[in-house]
């Protein structure tokens, strides 16, 4: 199973194992990766699932859409690398992957 590495802000590692098809943001609420809020259950309508892709995975992760691109915009701190994990659907390729949480979602 691909293993998702987690950066929360207080710099706190969590690393977590999902099956191929998850969401990252699925797999943090998943394991209990507390910033990630998820309100609008991963239909890309909220923001609160923001997380920052590690800089060497950025070109790994497919590209954000129109409609996530715009959702960013409504993010506290975005960033270059900012993505909303809902959007991020975890297979072998992203096997080792590293996302950064923010302290807030809003």
């Given at each position: 199973?691909?293993?998702?590495?987690?950066i929360n802000?207080?710099?706190?590692?969590?690393?977590?194992?999902?099956?191929?098809?998850?969401?990252?943001?699925?797999?943090?609420?998943?394991n209990?990766?507390?910033?990630?809020?998820?309100?609008?259950?991963?239909?890309?309508?909220?923001?609160?699932?923001?997380?920052?892709?590690?800089?060497?995975?950025?070109?790994?992760?497919?590209?954000?859409?129109?409609?996530?691109?715009?959702?960013?915009?409504?993010?506290?701190?975005?960033?270059?690398?900012?993505?909303?994990?809902?959007q991020?659907?975890?297979?072998?390729?992203?096997?080792?992957?590293?996302?950064?949480?923010?302290?807030?979602?809003?």
């Open positions: 199973m691909p293993k998702i590495t987690f802000h207080d710099e706190s590692v969590q690393e977590v194992e999902v099956a191929s098809g998850t969401s990252v943001m699925q797999a943090a609420l998943d209990g990766v507390e910033a990630i809020i998820a309100e609008c259950g991963g239909a890309c309508s909220c923001a609160t699932c923001h997380v920052y892709v590690a800089d060497d995975w950025v070109s790994k992760v497919p590209a954000a859409d129109d409609v996530e691109s715009d959702m960013i915009d409504c993010v506290l701190e975005p960033k270059d690398n900012s993505r909303l994990s809902c991020i659907i975890v297979d072998d390729s992203l096997d080792g992957l590293v996302v950064n949480v923010p302290e807030k979602q809003y």
